[in-house]
């Protein structure tokens, strides 16, 4: 089918297929590269909450926690005094206001392997994260995607937790050492024994995966638009310079070769057409197809001139075959008896004349 397809059409196509290809295999590997660019975002905004929430752990153990024990009575527990506690009420109020922007819906836990509050229990997969972080000490991040029971597939990235502070063991240390308020509200069996400078959990963050690849996606296609409008207004730009640069001196140079074919050029005036006068602006070229004119011209020149050769040739031969013709009729009429004896009765008539002449 691409060989009975006319010059500007096959280019046409040929970029196309071209084009279907390379945004085929660019579209693939953009694809991973937004969701990649997709993901180091969302892991470094989960990374800079988790910071975030360090910081208020830090505040809260360095400037509220003094405070509100001042004040505590032995038998109230305030969770205000608790790092973990604070740290997640902020992020809840983040929580509500990102939600309400319509921005990335984040989750955020504590995963601790042995938790006072049991809520902050590690799951299976978390545990596995707690195991990675004291596995290998250079470990500093997580993130991936894993499956949650209530939110389906979700992006998570995950932060060691230790325990750096000695302030942090007065509750965690022994159950003797702890407030007897917080005893009496969480047990003893759990949140003791935690060691200092070594990881006892993880803080993580989710977002729903669905939002992680719909951003990607919106990237995808914003790319992906501008690119097809670059290739439509490439490909009108080339069609349009095509038809001028290349499709009419090709069509020009084939429309003389028909007429050298069928023998239309034979003399210099036959050049004098409009496919000869476009000829002569395509010699004028220096690129291909300029050599090519160069070279068709020449062959058109070195046709006409063996034309005009061969014509010369054959008026030549036209002469030299009607005189051989015409010394064969007169040699023909010569040998007749007719002509022999009107030889005779002229040389007789002669001789009779010259006797009359000749004196008495």
């Given at each position: 089918m691409l060989s009975r397809l006319k010059l500007a059409?096959?280019?046409t196509l040929i970029l196309l297929l071209v084009f279907v290809i390379g945004s085929s295999v660019g579209g693939l590997v953009l694809s991973k590269t937004l969701q990649y660019q997709v993901e180091r975002q969302v892991t470094a905004e989960?990374?800079?909450l988790m910071e975030s929430m360090r910081a208020v752990r830090r505040y809260t153990d360095q400037q509220v926690r003094?405070?509100?024990e001042a004040h505590e009575r032995a038998d109230v527990f305030w969770p205000e005094t608790i790092p973990?506690?604070?740290?997640?009420?902020v992020f809840e109020l983040l929580s509500e206001t990102a939600r309400s922007e319509g921005e990335f819906d984040y989750s955020y836990k504590e995963a601790v392997l042995n938790p006072t509050n049991p809520n902050d229990l590690v799951d299976d997969f978390e545990a596995v994260l707690v195991e990675d972080f004291l596995a290998d000490a250079a470990v500093e991040e997580l993130a991936g995607y894993r499956e949650l029971p209530e939110q389906g597939l979700v992006f998570y990235s995950a932060l060691p937790i230790i325990i750096k502070?000695?302030?942090?063991?007065e509750c965690h240390s022994t159950p003797e050492a702890a407030p007897p308020a917080m005893l009496a509200q969480y047990g003893r069996e759990n949140g003791f024994n935690w060691p200092l400078n070594t990881v006892i959990g993880a803080q993580v963050v989710y977002i729903p995966a669905e939002e992680v690849f719909l951003s990607a996606r919106r990237s995808f296609s914003s790319v992906m638009g501008l690119l097809f409008v670059v290739f439509a207004i490439a490909l009108v730009c080339l069609n349009t310079l095509l038809k001028p640069l290349v499709v009419q001196p090709v069509q020009s140079l084939a429309k003389i070769s028909e007429k050298l074919a069928?023998?239309?050029l034979q003399t210099a005036q036959d050049l004098d057409t409009a496919e000869t006068r476009k000829l002569a602006n395509v010699v004028n070229r220096r690129d291909e197809l300029g050599q090519l004119g160069q070279v068709f011209q020449k062959m058109v020149n070195e046709v006409i001139a063996r034309q005009q050769r061969l014509q010369q040739q054959i008026r030549e031969l036209k002469i030299e075959i009607n005189q051989t013709r015409k010394a064969k009729d007169v040699k023909e009429i010569v040998e007749t008896d007719y002509f022999k004896n009107l030889q005779n009765k002229a040389k007789d008539i002669r001789t009779r004349?010259?006797?009359r002449?000749?004196?008495s």
């Open positions: 059409p096959k280019f989960g990374v800079m003094p405070i509100l973990a506690y604070s740290s997640r009420r502070n000695v302030s942090c063991l069928a023998n239309d004349n010259a006797d002449e000749e004196p």
